[in-house]
T-cell receptor, first 114, second 113 residues
Framework: AAGVIQSPRHLIKEKRETATLKCYPI?????VYWYQQGPGQDPQFLIS???????DKGSIPDRFSAQQFSDYHSELNMSSLELGDSALYFC?????????????FGPGTRLTVL | AQKITQTQPGMFVQEKEAVTLDCTYD???????LFWYKQPSSGEMIFLIY??????QNATEGRYSLNFQKARKSANLVISASQLGDSAMYFC??????????FGTGTRLQVFP
């Protein structure tokens, strides 16, 4: 069965650079969530999209922006990177109508900011 | 606000033994979902088991079962017949309908021979 795809899997950037993370949800899933997991931390919600519209926003820095495109893939854009942005970034997808059921996670993008 | 509490930072269990990972939650919602995810050292987040707040029976998935006690707001994960490959971080999480997941701080399980 198709899973959530994230690219790149690993990314190394310098401080103040920009980064773009991509997420391709499971086909027919209409909702995408982004989470950030710092070292030794639990995942923290950043932002979500339903049917290409932003549906919720968490503790996402103003330096970050995201969108969901017409093909339902999503991109997380990160600018003026800081050392503290080093983390594992997960994308998860689900079907809105199965709203209490599990979110399917991608393998994550490990971002290292030097 | 929703909150998940996992009070066991680390647990040890011998291979083939059963282990219970604790999870309590706080919410004012009547309808919600409870989840357990496994995160091995490789980093991926693997869904294990789900319990709906209105489900009367405890969820089971193979060697995993969820001991759901709604009045106590607890959703403990029981792993039977532990295997070395069960060594990982385990997160309890909850969500409202079509909402984000709220995670606990996790429990690191180590299975020894």
């Amino acid at each position: 069965a198709a899973g959530v795809i994230q690219s790149p899997r690993h990314l190394i950037k310098e401080k103040r650079e920009t980064a773009t993370l991509k997420c391709y949800p499971i086909p027919r899933h209409d909702t995408v969530y982004w989470y950030q997991q710092g070292p030794g931390q639990d995942p923290q919600f950043l932002i979500s999209f339903y049917e290409k519209m932003q549906s919720d926003k968490g503790s996402i820095p103003d330096r970050f922006s995201a969108q969901q495109f017409s093909d339902y893939h999503s991109e997380l854009n990160m600018s003026s990177l800081e050392l503290g942005d080093s983390a594992l970034y997960f994308c998860a997808s689900s079907l809105f109508q199965r709203g209490y059921n599990e979110q399917f996670f991608g393998p994550g993008t490990r971002l290292t900011v030097l | 606000a929703q909150k998940i509490t996992q009070t066991q930072p680390g647990m040890f269990v011998q291979e083939k033994e059963a282990v219970t990972l604790d999870c309590t939650y706080d919410t004012s919602d009547q309808s919600y979902g409870l989840f357990w995810y496994k995160q091995p050292s490789s980093g991926e987040m693997i869904f294990l088991i789900y319990q709906g707040s209105y489900d009367e029976q405890n969820a089971t998935e193979g060697r995993y079962s969820l001991n759901f006690q709604k009045a106590r707001k607890s959703a403990n994960l029981v792993i039977s017949a532990s295997q070395l490959g069960d060594s990982a971080m385990y997160f309890c999480a909850m969500r409202r309908f079509a909402d984000k997941l709220i995670f606990g701080t996790g429990t690191r399980l180590q299975v020894f021979p």
